[in-house]
């Protein structure tokens, strides 16, 4: 017997505007979007009492480091906190886990490992690394919605872990993604200037934390994103570019897309939260590279915001073990665990306390990374499309506790945060999977999204 579930009291932002009435889901997926649809047989009533509706975030960028670095965090604890704060799907990366996703066997392992775990749907990215050029066609073929790469320095003694590569690999590889019509993602950061400057600072005993900013400036984000337009116009690859921090590098990828080139950037929620003023407060739990920007350089960032010459927001949830973030700033590991508190930490900063409209919010976090990917039926609140769903109280202020995070390592630079909004409710495909007075509900309902479709040209 198939129940119908429809979704009353609640404003519903679709991508035309704030609708205010009722949606039906029918076999997951939305059927109808009207006002006081007609009641039928078998019909579950949701009541959404007159908060906001928004498609489910699209997190494109995820480290679930399952297997091998279970520890840090796996496809559980993971999924369940993505769930908690308001995700519907997220792409995983190819690093921290061990072996690194840059085989058809790495990344079969992964799905097999990842199947019956995840309490929302997922997918997976390929690695491009000295190593993997000539296994990207078939983790195409084996289902890798896109390639990431690093021009940052990554490299341990571990065998079988992730590597950052060199220009000749940057080109060569970015020929063989475009031949395969697929998208690459880039970290930008010039690695001799940060490797350099680094051992600078710490031979002449400047280990503070606005040291470990200097050491990664601006203009070494910027020199990066240089190099890869460069590259993307010769080669005609489709590029993203992740994390980025500075308004600089996204002046510079506008001017590439009116140029043509086809580029896509995204930004993070703690560069928007935290400056480098926060950083020395906080300490390592908030490293992460590009580093957190001085104030002057936050407000530049946010100013491509609110101009919508950012596409869209990812946490680069990159979580690891307690242990790790312990030491001087040069030493901790790099990386935010900030996946729980991407969508209400961003709406009330963007939408509550800085006027962005919730369209264009629900736009950078569904809308737009689901189009560029080609996730189908994923992505905004329309007829035919996946019941992906959140509910937000634009007005429920709480504070944020370690208690409450469903990492598995439960430390981030948004404990203590009071935030004036807050998610009640997470429904995946029709089914809530998250609310706040049950927490993590049933079982977990994820799957797999396949690869049906070319990327968009967009």
């Not at 392992?109 to 997976?124: C, P, Q, R, T, V």
């Not at 000749?168 to 950061?189: Q, S």
């Not at 001085?294 to 010459?309: H, I, M, R, S, V």
Request: aromatic residues 8%; negative net charge.
């Amino acid at each position: 017997m198939t129940v119908t579930k429809i979704i009353t009291n609640g404003k519903i932002v679709t991508r035309n505007g704030i609708v205010e009435g009722e949606i039906e889901i029918t076999e997951g997926k939305i059927s109808l979007i009207g006002c006081a649809i007609p009641r039928k047989d078998h019909i579950e009533v949701i009541d959404a009492k007159g908060q906001f509706i928004l498609p489910g975030m699209i997190d494109t960028h995820v480290h679930i480091n399952e297997p091998g670095r279970t520890e840090w965090e796996g496809f559980k604890t993971g999924s369940s906190a993505l769930a908690a704060g308001g995700v519907t799907t997220y792409i995983d990366m190819p690093l921290n886990a061990l072996p690194a996703t840059t085989t058809k066997d790495a990344l079969e392992e992964k799905m097999n490992l990842a199947s019956g775990k995840n309490f929302i749907d997922y997918a997976f990215y390929g690695g491009l690394t000295p190593d993997s050029l000539d296994h990207l066609e078939e983790l195409a073929d084996a289902g890798a919605v896109a390639f990431k790469c690093f021009l940052s320095t990554y490299q341990t003694d571990v065998p079988g872990d992730f590597r950052s590569i060199d220009d000749y690999t940057l080109l060569e590889g970015m020929k063989r993604i475009a031949a395969l019509e697929k998208i690459l993602l880039i970290h930008c950061e010039n690695d001799q200037v940060t490797d350099g400057l680094e051992k600078q600072k710490i031979a002449e005993g400047k280990t503070s934390t606005y040291d470990f900013v200097d050491s990664r400036p601006i203009l070494t984000e910027v020199e990066a994103v240089s190099r890869v337009i460069l590259f993307a116009k010769a080669t005609g690859c489709r590029v993203h570019i992740v994390h980025v921090s500075s308004a600089d590098a996204v002046g510079l990828i506008e001017k590439a897309k009116q140029e043509g080139v086809n580029i896509t950037l995204e930004s993070c929620p703690h560069y928007f939260a935290f400056n480098a003023d926060d950083l020395a407060r906080i300490g390592a739990v908030a490293k992460c590279q590009p580093p957190l920007r001085y104030a002057n350089e936050q407000e530049a960032l946010w100013k491509c915001l609110l101009e919508g010459k950012i596409d869209w927001i990812s946490s680069d949830h990159s979580p690891c073990t307690f242990d790790l973030k312990q030491g001087s700033i040069f030493e901790a590991h790099g990386g935010i665990s900030g996946a729980q508190n991407s969508v209400d930490v961003m709406f009330d900063l963007a939408v509550n306390k800085r006027g962005l409209s919730v369209v264009d919010f629900a736009n950078l976090i569904a809308t737009q990374p689901a189009k560029r990917f080609s996730l189908l039926g994923k992505g905004e609140i329309a007829v035919g499309f996946d019941a992906d769903l959140i509910f937000i109280d634009p007005n429920r202020s709480y504070i944020i506790r370690a208690e409450d995070l469903y990492y598995k390592n439960p430390h981030s630079p948004y404990i203590g945060m009071e935030i004036g909004t807050r998610i009640t409710k997470t429904i995946l495909r029709g089914e809530p999977v998250f609310s706040l007075e049950e927490g993590i509900i049933g079982e977990p309902k994820g799957e797999w999204v396949p690869v049906t479709a070319r990327v968009l040209s967009n």
